[in-house]
């Protein structure tokens, strides 16, 4: 008899317990590395050919104002901490920075454990999770970076490529807690300090470029059917979510594609492209750029293949319903492999084409299908993934979850003022920005100098209203002040301003 009811008791509470468990969504981020705001189908490209991210655009929340860092550093950053970048001291890639220690604050390249990521949270409240590819939030000799005193004097460097000396220190304890597993994942699948694939000597003019095997990363262990390192990430993604099915899991699968150095993903689809008309309107497939394009291409079709991959298997294990997937890009587009003429500027700018992203929210049941104009910043996701893990998190956020704008457009995130502050230099002068409905102010942090656009009418922002609309300027400017006053946001050196 005891046996009878200790055998329905367990008919009855081992599924309740099973769903239960299921209860807490699985999460997959997905980060593209420089794939501009037009380089998709979904978002106007008739050129480059994105088939499984449209259909899934198709079927998702798909953001038109979604915004990163004109880089990958402080988006990274950013992304994982959900704080500003003057909170990590983190403001462009350091290699990349000009100018001297009067002109900047020189970035940092690591992001030190005071600042939580995401993923730590996530693991403490049950989440089996991996990261795959560029990792890009420690430098390459990060107890020495950490023992300095800031700001510093001159900016951060990197080992040449093929100088593999930093490997042996950084599979050590010491250093490991930078990476993945330190930091809330449970394993980790080619991230390193690198922001690029192309570790092997001759790097970028490399055969490989790191994207054909055999891969010179030291954080991918070698596999016989390697080939392609888009495929291999992605591969290793489903074995994970293949192994990890039962648990919630998070996957963040931060492709180092489609970044340079660009390479062909085989012959017979770059003869595709190479032959296929350009798109005029957008500029891409077009001019003395066309082979580099029809190469980038090929890249971007590739990643597209594996995200198509990555749904299906989803579809095929009942796992879609109870996963959350967010698709984005770390900024612009890099103006060697992509162009788009319908916005200004690109990947290290502080304008829409360095800023804006392709960005889509997926989630059957839970979220409505449709575009919005909502801006919407790389800070937002952090908390988003808290809320939707049902994490009651206390860290310091400098974004909003999400979840509000699941369902419908919520009024409050129309006139959500958005800010930047970059305080080093790239492509142009250090600067502090604020975006709040459709205007969008820029204050150069050197000599003050101040741009305002009106992003609806003037996407290309070719007319600086700054002079002829001064109530909107002075008021966002007055926002702007009063933003960095109250966070006791850093300026360079030789700013003219006094806050």
Not at 208 to 220: C, E, I, L
Not at 397 to 421: A, I, M, Q, V, Y
Request: some cysteine; hydrophobic content about 35%; glycine content about 8%.
């Amino acid at each position: 008899m005891k046996k009878n009811i200790l055998y329905f008791l367990l008919l009855f509470f081992y599924p309740l317990a099973s769903i239960l468990a299921q209860q807490k969504p699985n999460i997959i981020f997905i980060l593209v590395d420089d794939l501009g705001y037009a380089d998709v189908g979904f978002n106007g490209s008739k050129y480059f050919e994105t088939p499984a991210l449209d259909a899934l655009a198709k079927e998702s929340l798909v953001f038109d104002n979604a915004y990163m860092y004109p880089t990958c550093s402080p988006s990274r950053a950013a992304l994982f901490t959900g704080k500003q970048s003057f909170r990590t001291g983190v403001y462009t890639v350091p290699v990349l920075e000009k100018g001297d220690a009067q002109e900047n604050i020189f970035s940092r390249w690591t992001v030190g454990k005071e600042h939580s990521i995401y993923a730590k949270p996530l693991a403490e409240n049950g989440y089996k999770s991996i990261h795959l590819g560029k990792w890009h939030i420690v430098g390459p000799f990060p107890e020495k970076e950490l023992a300095m005193s800031w700001p510093i004097q001159q900016r951060l460097d990197q080992p040449q490529a093929g100088d593999f000396t930093w490997v042996e220190n950084h599979k050590t304890p010491a250093v490991k807690q930078y990476y993945p597993e330190g930091r809330g994942f449970i394993k980790n699948v080619g991230g390193t300090f690198r922001g690029d694939p192309a570790l092997e000597e001759g790097g970028y003019k490399s055969e490989t470029g790191g994207y054909r095997a055999p891969f010179s990363n030291p954080f991918v262990e070698p596999k016989p059917d390697d080939e392609w390192l888009t495929d291999r990430l992605a591969n290793d993604a489903i074995d994970f979510m293949d192994e990890h099915k039962s648990s919630p899991f998070l996957v963040n699968l931060h492709f180092y594609a489609v970044h340079r150095p660009i390479k062909n993903r085989n012959d017979q689809l770059f003869d595709k492209y190479i032959n296929k008309a350009g798109d005029p309107e957008l500029g891409q497939g077009i001019g003395k750029n066309k082979e580099r394009m029809a190469s980038y291409a090929t890249m971007v079709q590739s990643m597209d293949e594996n995200i198509g991959r990555i749904v299906t298997y989803l579809k095929k294990n009942n796992l879609e319903e109870n996963t959350l997937i967010i698709i984005t890009s770390d900024n612009g587009y890099h103006s060697m492999a992509s162009e788009n003429l319908k916005l200004r500027g690109s990947k290290g700018e502080i304008y829409e084409g360095g800023l804006k992203v392709p960005a889509l929210i997926h989630w059957p049941g839970k979220v409505k299908a449709r575009r919005t104009e909502i801006p919407i910043s790389v800070m937002d996701y952090f908390p988003t993934m808290m809320d939707v893990a049902r994490i009651n998190y206390k860290g310091q956020l400098d974004g909003n979850s999400l979840t509000p704008l699941f369902l419908e457009d919520e009024n409050s995130f129309k006139e959500r003022p958005l800010f930047w502050h970059l305080a080093s230099q790239y492509k142009h002068g250090t600067c502090s920005v604020i975006r709040k409905g459709d205007y969008k102010l820029i204050q150069f942090l050197a000599d003050g100098k101040l741009e305002l656009y009106n992003l609806k009418s003037d996407p290309l922002e070719a007319n600086n209203l700054a002079e002829t609309q001064t109530k909107t300027t002075q008021k966002l400017l007055k926002e702007l002040v009063t933003w960095r006053i109250k966070n006791k946001v850093p300026l360079p050196p030789n700013s003219s301003l006094s806050k």
